[in-house]
């Protein structure tokens, strides 16, 4: 997707392509397709710098409820940098859980805590 598509869409395309992007890459990451995962991975940055450009990060909020764990774990990440309050709890349940979403989830804390973690 075009960054100039990205910024013509609504707040809530912008939402629902990150949650399609989320879901993706993790349909992609379980089916070891890098190519698929990358252009997900594009979806939900473009999604993200947009919502954060416009103020809007906090229509991610909703999404720390979604059964995709994948997609929470996307949006706990994201919801760190304004609303670690909780971005946290998300992450910390996620980091129980077994394969790539309990690593990741482990990670993101991990470095969030020492302060290395970057917002994309």
């Not at 995962?37 to 954060?52: M, S």
């Amino acid at each position: 997707m075009s960054a100039r598509k990205f910024q013509k869409a609504s707040i809530e395309e912008l939402v629902q392509w990150y949650a399609e992007g989320s879901v993706a890459y993790g349909r992609a990451l379980d089916a070891a397709d890098s190519r698929s995962a990358n252009r997900a991975n594009d979806k939900i940055v473009g999604a993200y710098q947009e919502l954060r450009s416009r103020g809007a990060t906090s229509q991610l909020i909703p999404l720390l409820k979604s059964e995709d764990e994948t997609l929470r774990l996307h949006a706990a990440f994201h919801v760190l940098e304004f609303a670690p309050e909780l971005g946290e709890p998300t992450l910390l349940w996620l980091a129980k859980r077994p394969g790539f979403v309990g690593f990741r989830a482990e990670h993101t804390l991990k470095i969030w805590r020492e302060g290395t973690l970057k917002f994309s």
